[in-house]
C-alpha cells in the first residue's frame, strides 16, 4: 500500500525558513517523480514544484521560484522542500503527491497534508 | 486567478446527473491529457479521473471524464450525498513547464 506522510510544518515569522519532509512507503520510490502541491486556507490547489525519480528539478512555480528548493533522499526514501524567505502568502496545507507514469502526469498519491503558517 | 477556468459551483439531487467543465488553453488541455481530483471536506484530494476519461481501481463508474480541444468535463451520474466534494481539473501546461489547476468546484447535493 502506498503511504505518503508529511511533517515539518509549523509557525514561522515572515522571511523565516522551514524545511518539510515526506516519507514514502509502499512503491520503489527512485522510480517516480515526485511533488509538492499546496492549498491555503479555503482556497484551490497550487502545484508548487516537483523532482524525478533521479533528482532532477521538473520545475517551480513562478510563486515560489528563488525561494523554495525542493530534493530528495532516495536511501531514505524521502521528499523534501526547503521553503526560505517565507511570506504569509505561503500560508497553506503543502501536500507531497506521487506522479503517476509520465505518459499520464497525475498525481496518483497524496499524503495527508502538513500546515505552515506563516504569521509574526 | 486560475489557469484552467471550472464554475465554483455545481449542484444536483440525488439520483441524477450533474456535469463540471473545466476550460483552458492549447498549452495545457489542448496537448495534454486532464485528471480530476476529488477532495471531500476536511481530506486530502484523491485522483478520480486520470488520462481525461479512466478511473483508477475504486473509483465508481458512475464518474466519467471526456475532453476535446481545450476544454474538459467530468460528469457525475446517479449522485448520491457522498458525493459532496470540491472538485479540480488539473492538467501538465507545456508553456509553464508545470502543473496547473482549475480552481475547484464545489459539488452540493440538494
Known amino acids: 500500500e502506498v503511504q505518503l506522510s508529511e511533517s515539518g510544518g509549523g509557525l514561522v515569522q515572515p522571511g523565516g525558513s522551514l524545511r518539510l519532509s515526506c516519507a514514502a512507503s509502499?512503491?520503489?520510490?527512485?522510480?517516480?517523480?515526485m511533488s509538492w502541491v499546496r492549498q491555503a486556507p479555503g482556497k484551490g490547489l497550487e502545484w508548487v514544484s516537483a523532482?524525478?525519480?533521479?533528482?532532477?528539478?521538473?520545475n517551480y512555480a513562478d510563486s515560489v521560484k528563488g525561494r523554495f528548493a525542493i530534493s530528495r533522499d532516495n536511501s531514505k526514501n524521502t521528499l523534501y522542500l526547503q521553503m526560505n524567505t517565507l511570506r504569509a502568502e505561503d500560508t497553506a496545507v503543502y501536500y507531497c503527491?506521487?506522479?503517476?507514469?509520465?505518459?499520464?502526469?497525475?498525481?496518483?498519491?497524496w499524503g495527508q497534508g502538513t500546515l505552515v503558517t506563516v504569521s509574526s | 486567478q486560475s489557469v484552467l477556468t471550472q464554475p465554483p459551483s455545481a449542484s444536483g439531487t440525488p439520483g441524477y446527473r450533474v456535469t463540471i467543465s473545466c476550460s483552458g488553453s492549447?498549452?495545457?488541455?489542448?496537448?495534454?491529457?486532464v485528471n480530476w481530483y476529488q477532495q471531500l471536506p476536511g481530506t486530502a484530494p484523491k485522483l478520480l479521473i486520470y488520462?481525461?476519461?479512466q478511473r483508477p481501481s475504486g473509483v465508481p463508474d458512475r464518474f466519467s471524464g471526456s475532453q476535446s480541444g481545450t476544454s474538459a468535463s467530468l460528469a457525475i451520474s446517479g449522485l448520491q450525498s457522498e458525493d459532496e466534494a470540491d472538485y479540480y481539473c488539473?492538467?501538465?501546461?507545456?508553456?509553464?513547464?508545470?502543473?496547473?489547476f482549475g480552481g475547484g468546484t464545489k459539488l452540493t447535493v440538494l
Open positions: 523532482l524525478r525519480g533521479g533528482g532532477g528539478v521538473i
Open positions: 488539473a492538467a501538465w501546461d507545456d508553456s509553464l513547464s508545470g502543473w496547473v
Open positions: 488520462s481525461s476519461n
Open positions: 503527491a506521487k506522479v503517476s507514469v509520465w505518459s499520464q502526469r497525475s498525481f496518483d498519491y
Open positions: 492549447s498549452s495545457n488541455i489542448g496537448s495534454n491529457p
Open positions: 509502499g512503491f520503489t520510490f527512485s522510480n517516480y517523480a
